[in-house]
Structure formats: C-alpha cells, structure tokens
C-alpha cells in the first residue's frame, strides 16, 4: 500500500523547559528531615533557607530549584533537621550558573517538576510573598494577615477619644494641646493592641554657658520637648541657670528617643514663663546635639509655657480665635498615636483652617489605623483666653 505524501501527527502537549539548579542530597538517615539553604556565591553569602521538612530515599535524590535564565549562578547546602531534635553539620556549598533541567531530573526530584510545597519564608521572584489563604481555592476566612497594613482594618473606638485645651498670648502664640488615656484596640480577628497615653515628660535639662553675645548677668530659665511631625511633647520640668555677663546659655541634649525626629528648647527670663525655640537654628535640633543660644539671645513673641501644655502633645504659634482641623492615627510601626497636620518647616505655625484631603489621607496609609471617621477641630480663644473640649474618636461606634 502506498503512503500518503502527508502523515497526520496528533498534537503534542508543550513541555516548558524549566531552568534552575538541581542538587543531588544523600541523606545519613531516610527518615530524618532535611532543611536547604540557597546563598549567591560559594562563600554563603546572603545564605536563606528556601526548602526544609523534606524526606530523601536511600541512596539519594535530586532537590530542583527553579530560577530565572539570567545566567546567574546560585550554591546550595543542606543538613538533617528535624522538629524536636538537633540539627546536624551543614554539607559543603555546591552549584553553578543557572541552566535547564532535564524531564528525567525534575520527575526524580523529591520537590517534583511542581514548586510546591512553597516554603512560606522564600521570597518569590518578584522578592514578595505568598498571602495566607484558609481554602484550596485562594479565599481566606482569616484577617490576621492584614493586621501590619492597618489602615482597612475595621477598627472600633469610642466617641470623644481626645480631650483639648487651647490657650496663649495672642497673634503666632497660641497653642492647641491633646491629651487622651490608654486604650486598648481590638482587631478584627480578636487579637488586641495597647495604646499609650502621650510621651511622659522628659527630665529637667542640664544647662551650662559659653562666651558670646552682649547681655549683662542673669538667671535664665529652661525646658525641653520632644519633636514628632512639626508638633512638641513631653515637655520637660524646668531648670535655672545664672548665666554670667557676655554669655550665652547652652542647653545639653537629652537622649534620643525612639520614633521622635528631634528636640526642642524653651528658654526665658522669668520661672514658668519660658518661649518656645523654634525660630531660629536647625529645628528641631538633632538628638545629640546641643543648643546654644543665639549671639542675639533667645527669641520671644512665640508661644510661651503655659503649665496646662505639660502631658500634652500640641501645636504651637497659631493664631487666636481660629478653627483648626485635625486627623489622629495610631502608628503599628511606632507603636503610638500620631496627628496631622504635619508641620515644616518645624516653628512656622501652619495649620489646617479648613478640612485636607491630603491630610486625611496620611491618617489613612497602609500601617496606621484612623481613629476617627473624619476631620475633628479645636477652636482657639482670643488673645490671653482658654478653651477646651473633647473630640475624635465616634470610629464604628
């Protein structure tokens, strides 16, 4: 019988070349795990654990591990690691440049021609991770994975979570300070988070003097406070010095504290009548580094003390009979509340008049949870008045 001029081939399925590097692992003992770490060079630099819990046969088998064709070279180690026992010496580092592996090698692979099992620590090509999900299908009945971005969270508290005073002498003196108790979050998944009250107070500085300046003898008056977003706490307790003719007072800086970006001084004439030193220098003044006041001696006309700022975090050198708008968010990251505004250049005095799109939004960045539904305002007296108030908070209550 003569053949046809054209012979019909069924169609074949496509095999994808996959590339990578396969090691071959002879275990000590079959029945006892094994833990592999991958490293970018022979000598285990950046050494990661990319594969543990597997079992091999006797007398060996292949581990494959997939990577990208970019010609670069990877070195693997393993060792015996089981749960509840020791671990055993680390093999020597083995491996090459990147290249195809062969159907035999992938169906002989203890890992097989598949990438799963994923190891949950192994960053994936894109250097991400897989998200955890409850069902085969990729949907979750779990929240905890969302917990570190915060700001999705369905997170209730309560109405008037902030108490505010508002006071000072009068145009860029004024100030508006918060204050609110501990409070404790609850999540979504039950878990809960701890919510402090404001920074305590920093101790009394310690003062000292340098030459400079054209000012006969006197005693001169200070504190210190913390800087956070263009917006002071902690104020310290107070400390006096005599500073002598033709010098200047120098204020030691205090230790630095985590989440804060500086400090700030206060300094004045009288007792509990110090100015705020913003206005000048660079401010807020780097931890570790001290303050010296300036050859033209330090500045009034800003917010002076009041003792009502103590326990507060606040704003200053605002103007009176102002409406100001705030936004409130708890930090995951540092571990405390934060407001917006923020402030800069730190001692100009800006503040929201009117509500901020732009400013809500930083209550609402992944990280930070929201503590109120929107904006809450604080309004400031006239010039040498007081007010007060309580605000935020109201959040799915």
Do not use: C
């Not at 580092?93 to 190891?119: R, T």
């Not at 101790?203 to 200070?222: E, K, N």
């Not at 002598?244 to 206060?266: H, R």
């Not at 539904?373 to 006239?382: I, Q, R, V, Y």
């Amino acid at each position: 019988m003569a053949l046809p001029a054209t012979l019909y081939r069924p169609p074949q399925p496509s095999t994808p070349t996959v590339y990578g590097k396969a090691i071959n692992v002879v275990p000590g003992d079959p029945s006892v795990q094994v833990e592999v770490q991958r490293a970018s060079d022979s000598g285990g630099t950046g050494a990661t654990t990319i594969a543990s819990g597997l079992l091999f046969p006797k007398p060996g088998a292949p581990f494959v591990d997939q990577r990208a064709n970019d010609g670069a070279s990877w070195f693997y180690r393993a060792r015996h690691n089981s749960a509840g026992g020791d671990a055993g010496a680390w093999t020597a580092w083995v491996g090459g440049v990147v290249k195809a592996i062969p159907p035999a090698i992938l169906a002989a692979a203890v890992n097989g021609p598949s990438v799963y099992p994923i190891v949950r620590a192994a960053p994936m090509d894109d250097a991400l991770y897989a998200l955890r999900a409850t069902a085969s299908d990729g949907s979750t009945a779990k929240s905890d994975a969302y917990n570190p971005q915060g700001s999705v969270l369905p997170v209730p508290w309560a109405a008037n979570l902030f108490s505010y005073s508002a006071g000072g002498l009068g145009a860029t003196q004024m100030w508006v300070g918060f204050t609110w108790s501990a409070q404790t979050l609850t999540k979504p998944d039950g878990s809960t988070l701890s919510v402090p009250v404001p920074p305590a107070a920093l101790a009394a500085p310690t003062l000292s003097q340098v030459a400079g300046g054209t000012r006969a003898a006197l005693t001169l008056f200070a504190r210190i406070a913390l800087v956070k977003d263009g917006q002071y706490m902690a104020l310290s307790a107070e400390s006096s010095f005599a500073v002598s003719a033709n010098n200047l007072l120098k204020i030691t800086s205090p230790g630095s504290v985590a989440g804060y970006d500086g400090w700030i001084a206060w300094v004045g004439s009288a007792t509990n009548a110090e100015w705020l030193q913003d206005q000048t220098g660079t401010r807020p003044i780097p931890f570790g580094t001290d303050y010296t006041e300036p050859a033209a001696h330090f500045q009034t006309g800003v917010t002076q003390y009041s003792s009502t700022l103590l326990g507060k975090l606040f704003y200053a050198n605002l103007q009176p009979s102002t409406t100001y708008y705030f936004y409130a968010f708890f930090d995951l990251a540092l571990g405390f509340i934060r407001f917006s505004p923020f402030i800069s250049p730190v001692g100009s005095g800006a503040g929201d008049t009117a509500p901020s799109m732009a400013d809500a939004a930083l209550a609402w960045k992944d990280g930070r949870i929201g503590l109120t539904p929107s904006n809450f305002t604080a309004l400031t007296p006239a010039g040498a008045g007081t007010s007060s108030g309580t605000v935020g908070g109201s959040r799915l209550t």
